[in-house]
């Protein structure tokens, strides 16, 4: 086909063209584009084909057509077609027009990337009037297109032609923020664009600033760094008013992004330039939380030393938010929950305020005191951690009644102090105490530090301190206020004692003059509960009686608590039997002393006792017996049915699950019983081999008693030693069972069987088949025997 023919094919397919039906307009454009692959000969003068408008329309239409926009473009361009504008009615060109470069995007160029530049070059070369710079869809000119894809020369022609440098789309992004944000193929443009001018201090919708692109896009190249540098000199030099800590529209500042980046020499330049590390974002996250958020120690050393190399007045002025809240936590609380002593420091010596409480009304002091409960630190780390902060604290804060050590958090009321107690944290402790911290305060619960030391069991150490601070501070503490149960230190420190011994805290709360008097939240007095203590605390009731002498102040043996039981009483439901002794010297009546009833014999004694202590347990209980018949108490049956029953829910007399016969002629045991000597011509090995009677007869339940005291039980084989404690378990209870089975077996048979006969079918029976006799003559009613 000759270029004659082809040029009257155009014409031809020009004039069935419906410009305004979508799939004729591209029908067209793919037979014309058919066409001009096959052109040959002269190219056509496209004027006198198309009107200009047709052309304008044809080469939009054709950028939706990726298959065949080069060809179109390319031949429109090798004709040597120029656009021309239209002009108003006064010739000045109209600018708002619509072009097929406003059609040129970053998203639509993914269709060829191969050929970008050379369709868009080709593009201005036709549309080369660069006196008039079009507005298209948007608001977007030619100029922002060569921005865009990084065109120089084009951009150059733009700018000598006078085009505004700062021209804006309706996104009112300018020329320079459009060619940054393509800054790897624009690089030239935005170098062009600052030399010419163009403001550094303009955003976009956004609140994008050009500070904020780069940064936002940071990479590791020396070239962003000279970028950003040149930005802050042109600014300086022209004054365009650009602000380093400007915000965009979640409200990330350029530091948020040097900082996400980790990029050190422009996170160093925007602190020189006055960038403010504790502006928050739209979230209220500032670059400090965020650092805190993530636990990122790297950007935190980062910007410690970036902001170390600015002077003392810049350091000031870009911290003034540093106790700016994130969900009502600081930078401080984070840093302190992160247990980072580096940043803590920081904080502290930028002016970050350790009295602003959180949400939860927990200042740092708080999360000081709970570093503790955390595990995060070793104990020895721990220790000098809370030094250096609280001498930080002094340095800073030389008025400590500024200090609100004393504030409470909103969930117990409790106060630093409280905190430092509750999580062991002694070094904390001591330092709020010598900062001015009052010990007397009292949490929700009427607790002072005292009433937490008690509670707890903590060591005596705690006290001490307490109370030697206070003295140096020429203060006494509140020893003998009650919380809300009614209970002082003191009667929580003796109610502790039934599972911790705090003998020495005890010591020292009646050294320092709690009352003896006062009775706890359940109306015992402290006599009574030293009585209530299941083991012997013979050194403690001396250390009481030798205070009352010391204070002249007379002590009511025989007074009794709210339920009515006297101090003797509950000693002996302890089998507590030298402080039933004391009790008696210091003048307890025993003349109108009424047994313990089951419903509290051996209360202070554990729900869960081992076999090693049912010898224990049973040797003080009928110790207990001996002494009292002694002194002239005569036992009867419902008290001797008190401590069976005591014996059976214990079940101190059952056998061992694991016993057998021949036990005792184990070597393994023959040797280790043989060195353990009861008396000097007496071994365990003998005691065992005695028969049952005489054994019992060797020595007395005190003796038992005291065996037991020397811990010598403790070297025999673990194996042996649940059965060879039951065995002695058998001997030391022979006489006490036989004496009391042998009545209640005659009075079951309905004394039809004389004594003599109910002492042989006893003969062959065990102290639990001879205590299940006596509970069940003692009570008719309940005939199962204890298992």
């Known amino acids: 086909m000759s270029s004659f023919e082809q040029l009257t094919e155009m014409k031809r397919q020009r004039e069935k063209v419906d410009w305004s039906d979508a799939k004729k307009r591209h029908e067209f454009i793919r037979r014309l584009a058919s066409l001009i692959r096959d052109w040959k000969g002269e190219l056509p003068d496209l004027r006198d084909v198309f009107q200009p408008r047709e052309i304008n329309e044809l080469l939009i239409h054709a950028m939706g057509v990726l298959s065949d926009v080069s060809t179109i473009v390319a031949f429109v361009a090798r004709t040597g077609y120029k656009d021309e504008p239209e002009l108003d009615k006064n010739n000045r060109p109209l600018l708002n027009r619509c072009t097929p470069l406003h059609m040129m995007s970053p998203s639509y160029r993914l269709g060829f990337l191969d050929k970008g530049e050379e369709i868009i070059r080709a593009l201005f070369g036709i549309y080369d009037d660069f006196e008039v710079n079009y507005i298209g869809p948007m608001g977007r000119t030619h100029l922002h297109v060569a921005c865009e894809f990084g065109l120089v020369d084009i951009v150059r022609k733009f700018l000598d032609s006078r085009q505004d440098i700062n021209c804006r789309d309706l996104y009112k ?24 001018g163009a403001n550094v201090a303009l955003a976009n919708r956004w609140r994008q600033t050009p500070l904020l692109v ?10 962003n760094y000279d970028l950003i540098e040149s930005l802050f000199k042109i600014n300086q030099d022209k004054r365009q008013g650009m602000r380093v800590n400007a915000r965009d529209e979640e409200g990330h500042t350029a530091l948020h992004w040097a900082l996400l980046r980790h990029h050190a020499a422009t996170l160093r330049l925007l602190l020189r330039h006055g960038a403010d590390p504790t502006i928050p974002d739209k979230r209220r996250v500032s670059p400090l939380h965020g650092i805190f958020l993530r636990r990122d120690e790297d950007t935190m050393r980062l910007l410690l030393e970036a902001i170390g190399e600015l002077s003392p007045r810049q350091q000031r002025r870009q911290t003034s938010r540093v106790d700016a809240q994130l969900e009502g936590k600081t930078a401080l609380h984070m840093a302190l929950d992160c247990a980072n002593k580096e940043w803590v420091r920081w904080l502290l010596r930028r002016g970050a305020s350790p009295n602003i409480a959180d949400r939860k009304g927990q200042t740092p002091f708080h999360y000081l005191c709970q570093l503790e409960c955390t595990g995060r630190l070793e104990r020895v780390e721990l220790v000098a951690w809370v030094y250096k902060f609280f001498s930080i604290v002094y340095e800073v804060w030389p008025r400590r009644s500024l200090l609100r050590l004393d504030a409470r958090d909103e969930l117990g009321g409790d106060a630093a102090l409280h ?25 929700r619960r009427g607790e002072t530090a005292l009433h937490v030391i008690c509670r707890r ?8 301190s307490l109370f030697e601070i206070c003295d140096q501070r020429d203060r006494a503490p509140r020893i003998d206020a009650p919380d809300e149960g009614g209970d002082t230190p003191l009667h929580l420190a003796l109610r502790v004692m039934m599972d911790v011994c705090v003998n020495e805290t005890v010591e020292l709360l009646l050294r320092r003059g709690a009352s003896l008097s006062l009775v706890d939240g359940r109306g015992s007095p402290p006599l009574h509960m030293i009585c209530m203590i299941g083991r012997e605390e013979i050194g403690l009731l001396d250390t009481f009686f030798e205070i009352c002498d010391e204070r002249q102040q007379p002590v009511l043996v025989d007074a009794t608590d709210s339920e009515g039981r006297t101090p003797l009483q509950w000693a002996v439901a302890n089998s507590r039997l030298r402080t039933v002794e004391r009790l008696l010297e210091r003048g307890a009546d025993l003349s109108g002393f009424v047994f313990p009833t089951e419903s509290y014999f051996g209360e202070g004694h554990s729900s869960w006792m081992c076999y090693l202590y049912n010898f224990e347990v049973m040797a003080r209980a009928l110790g207990l017996v001996d002494f009292l018949e002694k002194r002239g108490y005569e036992f009867d049956r419902s008290d001797v049915l008190t401590i069976m029953k005591f014996f059976g829910r214990h079940r101190v007399l059952d056998a061992p699950r694991k016993h057998h016969n021949d036990w005792f002629d184990e070597p393994s045991f023959v040797n280790r019983a043989k060195e353990l000597m009861i008396e000097p011509s007496l071994s365990l090995h003998d005691l065992l081999r005695l028969p049952t009677k ?38 030391i209870g022979r006489g006490f069972f036989w004496e009391w089975a042998l009545d209640a077996l005659v009075e079951l048979t309905n004394f039809r069987l004389p004594p003599l006969c109910c002492e042989m079918i006893m003969d062959n029976l065990r102290n639990k088949d001879l205590m299940n006799i006596c509970l069940a003559a003692g009570e008719r009613n309940d005939t199962t025997p204890l298992r």
């Open 173 to 196: 992004n300018t020329p320079l923020l459009v060619a940054l944000t393509e800054y790897d193929r624009a690089k030239e443009v935005v170098k062009l664009l600052l030399e010419r």
């Open 214 to 223: 780069i940064c936002r896009d940071l990479n590791n190249k020396e070239e």
């Open 419 to 443: 905190r430092a107690l509750e999580c062991d944290n002694r070094s904390a402790f001591e330092e709020l105490l010598r900062m001015g911290a009052d010990p007397d305060l009292a949490n």
């Open 457 to 464: 069991g903590m060591h005596h150490g705690y006290a001490k």
């Open 694 to 731: 005489e054994a019992a007869k060797r020595f007395t339940h005190r003796d038992y008693c005291e065996l037991w005291n020397t811990y010598r039980f403790r070297y025999l084989p673990r194996d042996y030693l649940e059965v060879c404690a039951w065995h002695l378990c058998e001997i």
